[in-house]
């Protein structure tokens, strides 16, 4: 079974500094990184996932919880692609689990991965569980979890909770914070493509942010 011993022995050969470097700085030096490119790392990972990938939800976790332990940002993206290969382990009981995750190395790569993924599969089994959680989140201090909240419904079309979806809009569209704003626009272009009627009908009614009202109509403007 894959162990992060094996994961470390297949990525620190290939650690390249000057790569490294550019990599942490576009993440404004946040991270650390070995410095290995996705086109490096991408059939790395396809010979590691050969060996065999935790079997259990229990042996997911210690994986994926090894991975984030490492400073560099490239395990912790190995860690959130083990977690997305084995998302049918996972229910809305793990919603605190992933909380710790999404509160772990955040940054806009790493709740971007797992709340319209993971947390956003999870919420689909079991709304009522789930998307109580999410209105928790939503109303937490750390804005990486309002993201998380507003983020976790962004794939799902015709599935989408329009009550819901307002509801966490409302209660955070006057944060001044970049990355909830950028959030709100995101969610509400994306959902333009399957109900634009709705979104031009929000952000009219609604008093959004410049930048959030520019990204939610980015795409009926094209």
């Not at 022995?9 to 996705?38: R, T, V």
């Not at 993206?77 to 084995?86: F, P, S």
């Not at 509160?103 to 089994?125: E, Q, R």
Request: proline share 4%; glycine share 4%.
């Amino acid at each position: 079974m894959l162990t992060i011993d094996l994961i470390k022995a297949a990525y620190e050969p290939m650690c390249n500094d000057e790569n490294s470097q550019k990599m942490a700085s576009y993440m404004k030096n946040n991270f650390p990184f070995l410095g290995i490119p996705k086109s490096v790392t991408a059939p790395i990972m396809k010979q590691l996932f050969k060996v065999g990938l935790p079997a259990t939800k229990e042996a997911t976790k210690v994986l994926v919880n090894d991975c984030f332990k490492q400073a560099e940002r490239e395990y912790h993206y190995i860690g959130m692609i083990i977690l997305n290969k084995n998302a049918r382990f996972f229910d809305a009981g793990d919603l605190p689990y992933l909380e710790s995750l999404i509160t772990t190395h955040s940054w806009w790569d790493s709740i971007d991965t797992i709340a319209p993924n993971i947390v956003g599969d999870i919420v689909l089994k079991d709304r009522i569980a789930g998307e109580r959680i999410m209105r928790e989140w939503n109303q937490s201090d750390n804005f990486w979890l309002q993201r998380a909240s507003l983020l976790h419904q962004l794939k799902y079309k015709n599935k989408m909770n329009e009550a819901l979806l307002k509801d966490l809009i409302v209660n955070t569209k006057d944060e001044s914070e970049f990355f909830i704003r950028k959030a709100i626009g995101w969610v509400l272009r994306e959902y333009s493509k399957t109900n634009a009627q709705f979104v031009i009908d929000f952000v009219k009614e609604n008093n959004l942010s410049p930048l959030s009202s520019r990204e939610a109509l980015k795409w009926l403007s094209k």
